[in-house]
């Protein structure tokens, strides 16, 4: 009977793949459910991996991050790797626009990069919290990062079209949120003082909250929020008998109904707070150390697969070259494309993984670069780098977290998502910088439309290959618990899939590489079974 269960699993190993397998073995009473379900911690294949089991060959279908994190770990482990990608270069949405970057969308229209020596903006993703295993790639492959600063108490919040004496007004992010706390502070120690918490705090609790309150809202004994230091001078402290002067507290009616207290919110986000990364020079410098380190002759640029399918002792991809289509066979491949795109392309997958594939819902996000003749937002406001946030279409302006007291610098002039990137989008490249500085002067005055030497804007909805910034589960389809999901966790015969919408960190290149790594050992579990 033990020989029997033990043939069965290898079986079940060899046809589903080692999550199946795993699942199985929970089924038979061998495993609990529960660590079954659980991502164990990746240990990444060493050189005799293989040893005894022959060459084995995996096609890349992508050379994204997802992809190209797929292809260098199968590589370690002695692997055959063919990575094909349908751009002429590496790194999917992880792309940074530099001088001399030419991009045509699927309307048709041209750009041509005019940036400065030393001045980029990152297209697609371009912060890296600290948790995130990206870090640790960096570390691996040699790219060196610096510092993201993704909150600055200097940058601007802005709202309009919004009640009380605060709509259309321009306000600093530490004043608001000194104000937004402090307000806070005040109401909730009043409450206590009048005894509004007793069913729910013992004296001591109410002595301790109140404590920690004022130190949290900078409120007074009386528990009144009075404003200080903190919100910002005018003048500021100085040399000699200048002490300075705290600016005045905003009212609290016109502070709550303005909703810039809710931005705080973004902050607090688990893979939002600082600190954060960057790479030094350009977010794909992690694409080209990926690439390198893969090796040039593994990599087929400009290889759009047209049609892939599972064989009976493998799979074969098709894919177009300047000579016509030519098509390549393996042992397995890895489908990294997003998966909106590859529900389009010929296949022989069952109808099941098609309908999953095509079932995510897209989300559009668009971004504009600005080159300025001189870094006036540190001259004449000292931002040094950070995020103004606005309720109007340009939603976020990064001020650059690079080349500081630089001659020139670049800013992001609008990162938007959902309906404000579909209307940018809609927009020629002309009329989506227009729009921008008229945005961007409601916050920062004339200046923001002075001075500007280049521009480059990115809808990632009409670019090809992508048709979106990144995907979602929709609930009707049963998000990341529905079977549409996981049919894509496991491999469709010796075709498997990987990126970021197969994991919980979606839109993070976090989630491509966790991913892609989840499915390598799929393959080498399954190979070694």
């Known amino acids: ?156 919040l802005y709202r309009e079209n919004v009640p009380g004496a605060l709509n259309g007004v321009p306000v600093r992010h530490r004043a608001v949120k000194a ?25 001591e609790d109410k002595d301790a909250l109140i404590s920690y309150l004022r130190s949290f809202g900078a409120i007074n004994s009386a528990n009144e929020y009075v404003g200080g230091g903190r919100r910002g001078y005018a003048p500021e402290p100085g040399a000699h008998l200048e002490a300075g002067t705290p600016l005045p507290q905003y009212e609290l009616s016109d502070l709550f109904r303005s909703t810039l207290g809710n931005y705080f919110s973004f902050e607090m986000g688990f893979d939002q707070a600082m600190m954060m990364y960057q790479p030094i020079g350009g977010m794909d410098r ?113 001020h650059p977290s690079y080349g500081y007291h630089g001659k020139t610098g670049t800013m992001i002039g609008y990162y938007n998502t959902g309906a404000n990137a579909n209307f940018y989008g809609a927009l020629t490249p002309a009329q989506r910088l227009t729009e921008a500085v008229a945005q961007g002067k409601k916050i920062f005055g004339d200046v923001y439309g002075e001075g500007i030497t280049a521009s480059f804007s990115q809808d990632w909805a009409s670019a090809k290959f992508s048709e979106a910034a990144w995907v979602s589960w929709p609930g009707a389809v049963g998000g990341q618990t529905g079977a549409g999901y996981r049919s894509l966790l496991q491999a469709s015969g010796n075709i498997y899939f990987a990126g970021d919408h197969l994991s919980h960190a979606i839109a993070w290149q976090h989630g491509a590489i966790t991913s892609a790594r989840a499915t390598v050992e799929q393959i080498h579990e399954r190979v070694t079974a």
């Open 286 to 398: 992690i694409a080209y150390a990926f690439a390198e380190a893969i090796g040039a002759r593994r990599f087929r640029y400009n290889a759009e697969v047209v049609a892939y399918q599972n064989t009976t002792d493998g799979v074969a991809v098709t894919y177009t070259t300047a000579n016509g289509p030519k098509t390549v066979t393996a042992d397995f491949a890895i489908n990294a494309m997003p998966p909106h795109i590859a529900a389009k392309i010929p296949s022989n997958m069952p109808a099941g993984v098609v309908a999953a594939l095509g079932s995510v819902s897209r989300t559009n996000a668009g971004k504009i670069g600005i080159e300025y003749n001189r870094r006036w937002w540190e001259e004449d406001f000292r931002i040094y780098g950070g995020i103004t946030n606005a309720n109007t279409n340009i939603g976020n302006m990064w």
């Open 1 to 156: 009977m033990g020989q029997t269960r033990r043939d069965f699993l290898r079986q079940v190993g060899i046809t589903g793949g080692a999550g199946v397998m795993f699942h199985t073995m929970g089924a038979l009473g061998l495993t609990t459910a529960a660590n079954a379900a659980e991502t164990p911690p990746f240990t990444p294949l060493t050189r005799d991996a293989l040893h005894g089991r022959g060459t084995k060959s995996v096609i890349v279908m992508g050379g994204g991050i997802a992809g190209m994190t797929a292809a260098y770990e199968l590589l370690k482990g002695g692997y055959s790797v063919t990575v094909l990608e349908g751009r002429d270069r590496p790194g999917g949405r992880n792309w940074t626009v530099r001088r001399g970057t030419t991009f045509t969308d699927l309307k048709g229209q041209t750009q041509t990069a005019g940036f400065s020596k030393g001045q980029y903006m990152n297209a697609g993703p371009g912060r890296i919290p600290q948790m995130h295993v990206t870090l640790d790639y960096c570390k691996e492959l040699g790219v060196p990062i610096e510092v993201f600063t993704n909150q600055n108490a200097d940058a601007f």
């Open 179 to 203: 104000d937004a706390y402090g307000y806070t502070a005040e109401l909730l120690a009043k409450a206590t003082s009048q005894g509004a918490l007793d069913a729910e705090l013992t004296a």
